[in-house]
């Protein structure tokens, strides 16, 4: 399992956008990925999901992934946070 620790860095935070792209970013792996939110776990390739967690600016989130691709699929969303979703 590969886990890393994500920050939401967008003024905007989680919203309908940046949820679409975290989930079609996930959608490319075969690996299992989740985001935790405090105690909450949802699937990082339903976008619901990802909207449902209300992750505003400065939220801590923990990223997991468990696959053959797992290492990839973390450092591709990952990369979607550190780029502030291209949105600032």
Request: proline residues 1%; glycine residues 4%; hydrophobic residues 45%.
């Given at each position: 399992?590969?886990?890393?620790?994500?920050?939401?860095?967008?003024?905007?935070?989680?919203?309908?956008?940046?949820?679409?792209?975290?989930?079609?970013?996930?959608?490319?792996?075969?690996?299992?990925?989740?985001?935790?939110?405090?105690?909450?776990?949802v699937n990082a390739k339903?976008?619901?999901?990802?909207?449902?967690?209300?992750?505003?600016?400065?939220?801590?989130?923990?990223?997991?992934?468990?696959?053959?691709?797992?290492?990839?699929?973390?450092?591709?969303?990952?990369?979607?946070?550190?780029?502030?979703?291209?949105?600032?």
């Amino acid at each position: 399992m590969t886990e890393k620790l994500l920050t939401v860095l967008n003024r905007a935070g989680i919203h309908a956008r940046p949820a679409a792209l975290i989930a079609q970013t996930a959608n490319k792996f075969s690996s299992e990925i989740t985001i935790e939110k405090d105690s909450a776990s949802v699937n990082a390739k339903s976008i619901m999901g990802v909207i449902t967690m209300a992750a505003g600016y400065n939220t801590q989130l923990t990223l997991k992934a468990e696959g053959s691709d797992e290492k990839e699929a973390v450092e591709a969303i990952a990369q979607l946070f550190e780029s502030k979703f291209e949105e600032d």
